[in-house]
């Protein structure tokens, strides 16, 4: 099997949609859901469905004061992160690249050390900094989770961490300077990344590296979970045939060994991001089907967007969104063709509700498991008079 394409034999499998700096609330809802599982003799494993990195979500009261004190809870918890951020290391204004600022250009003035920006800096500053230090600590927790558990807990590879390592972002470009100045890198290569992406010099952070190596695909018996899905293109190309599908699985690989530039992972058109409305699966539930007997497996599970009960476009900035709507957005659902693709994304950076799937291989069995109750129940399923 290709390298970044993990197979799991286990006959539960429980998984959780995009993370996105939450990492201390996914694995606290995930351990009392491993507990009711142990208890009752399970055999599972536990999948997170990429998007570790880039934090958009707030504290209820965001208030300056609350995002204060949730980074030196986080700090109290985590002595890497507390080091990292009294040690006086200098970190990047993420101004340097900004054309808005550009007396900034080819200068490092704008730099401050972490405590400043935490207690005297700019609303901006202050917000960008309590979200790196959320990704701080996901990356962490996450890794060692994983390290500890490598046959049980699986984390696939996201849009947003490519963004990341590529560098030159189109995502929280204030909190990703700053995350990298506090996993240790200057503010010359930061910049470096950043504006021209080096994601060798990068990778020599141990977490970033464990990043970089995360699977884009797991199959179990019956199911692919990856983070986005197939684009249109890509079904087109594979059509039934499951040795164009073990090609393109090498293809991943080599593409991944180029490089986060590689065009395979162009965001919005690859298969971390399929953006584009001609890859909108709710109008043309056909190519899930397509891209599952390629696989050979009954289900597709995916994470990345809370929108995919909806046609591409109308919906995604919320505005035109009604009540009913919304809370279509924070529910895993069993989508067409034939309740056959699982949506995992219930809107967590928008202070969604979290959730879990959890899946019988074999079976036609899909439920939810969600955190404010921890109790199980049946997913919601999608019908219209086209199923």
């Known amino acids: 099997m290709a390298e970044f394409t993990h197979i799991l034999h286990h006959k539960v499998i429980y998984s959780t949609g995009d993370t996105h700096g939450q990492g201390r609330r996914v694995l606290a809802f995930l351990d009392k859901v491993k507990a009711h599982s142990e208890a009752v003799g399970e055999h599972a494993a536990f999948i997170q469905l990429g998007d570790l990195c880039d934090a958009f979500s707030f504290p209820e009261d965001d208030s300056d004061d609350a995002l204060r004190n949730d980074v030196f809870d986080r700090m109290s918890r985590i002595p890497e992160l507390s080091l990292a951020m009294r040690d006086g290391r200098q970190l990047v204004d993420w101004r340097l690249d900004n054309p808005k600022y550009d007396y900034y250009k080819g200068s490092l003035r704008g730099t401050h050390d972490a405590m400043y920006l935490l207690e005297a800096g700019e609303r901006d500053q202050l917000v960008a ?23 049980q807990f699986y984390v696939v590879f996201g849009n947003h961490d490519a963004d990341l390592l590529r560098g030159k972002s189109d995502y929280g470009r204030q909190q990703k300077y700053l995350l990298l100045g506090l ?37 179990s018996r019956d199911t692919a979970y990856m983070h986005g899905g197939p684009t249109t293109a890509l079904v087109q190309k594979l059509g039934h045939d499951h040795r164009a599908f073990r090609r393109w699985l090498r293809r991943a690989d080599f593409a991944r060994h180029e490089g986060w530039n590689h065009p395979l992972f162009k965001e919005h058109f690859s298969f971390l991001s399929p953006d584009g ?4 699966w709710l109008r043309h539930p056909e190519r899930i089907a397509s891209f599952c007997q390629a696989a050979r497996v009954r289900y597709l599970a995916v994470g990345h967007s809370p929108f995919l009960d909806f046609e591409k476009g109308p919906l ?11 809370s279509l957005f924070v ?6 063709p034939d309740r056959r693709l699982i949506k995992h994304d219930t809107n967590l950076k928008r202070s969604g ?5 959890r899946h019988e291989t074999g079976s036609a069995l899909w439920t939810a498991w969600d955190e404010w109750t921890c109790s199980e129940s049946t997913m919601r399923k999608w019908t219209d008079d086209t199923e």
Request: proline share 8%; net charge positive; glycine share 4%.
């Open 129 to 151: 900094i309590y979200q790196a230090g959320k990704c701080f600590e996901t990356l962490k927790l996450f890794c060692e989770r994983q390290k500890a558990n490598p046959e």
């Open 183 to 219: 996993l240790g890198f200057s503010p010359d290569e930061v910049v470096a990344h950043m504006t021209k992406g080096t994601t060798n010099v990068i990778l020599r952070a141990p977490w970033l590296a464990w990043l970089n190596q995360r699977p884009h695909l797991l199959l």
């Open 277 to 280: 409305a001609p890859n909108d």
């Open 316 to 326: 995604l900035d919320l505005k035109n969104a009604s009540a009913e709507d919304k």
């Open 331 to 336: 529910t895993p659902a069993l989508l067409p």
């Open 353 to 357: 509700k979290l959730w879990a799937c």
